[in-house]
């Protein structure tokens, strides 16, 4: 069975988000790193080479695939600020319908300008997103 190769490392925050070129990504992941620093009250690690990951969970599939990953967390791409929404976003609805522009895949929130939303309905979103994986798998600070 092939094993995750996304994994949290040891290396720093702090650095990752300082050599960030894009000065927009920079701003906005520092913006984050306060917000999910808050809303987690857990340190961040890096995960494979650019997630910055807060928390983490053990899963197992009915597959008998198992792992670990992070609770939530966020990715500065190119073309927009990743936000790792375990659950999905199904329960959610509401809270995208005011967010502001976005996009988002089953997991994947994709933000272009944090400026452009409303911060207040993301960490809503965050704040339930993570107590709901802290209900449904065992976990770690």
Not at 92 to 106: D, K, Q, V
């Amino acid at each position: 069975m092939s094993e995750n190769k996304t994994k949290a490392t040891n290396a720093s925050v702090s650095d990752f988000i300082e050599n960030l070129d894009n000065l927009s990504r920079k701003a906005d992941s520092q913006q984050l790193l306060e917000l999910m620093g808050r809303v987690t009250d857990m340190q961040p690690r890096i995960w494979g080479t650019n997630i910055v990951g807060y928390g983490e969970y053990h899963y197992k599939y009915h597959s008998g695939r198992e792992g670990d990953f992070f609770l939530t967390g966020f990715a500065p791409r190119k073309t927009a600020m990743t936000i790792y929404v375990i659950p999905g976003f199904k329960a959610y609805t509401n809270h995208l319908a005011r967010l502001g522009p976005h996009r988002h895949t089953s997991s994947c929130l994709y933000i272009t300008r944090l400026a452009r939303i409303d911060m207040t309905v993301l960490e809503e979103i965050i704040a339930e997103s993570l107590a709901h994986m802290k209900l449904t798998y065992p976990w770690k600070p």
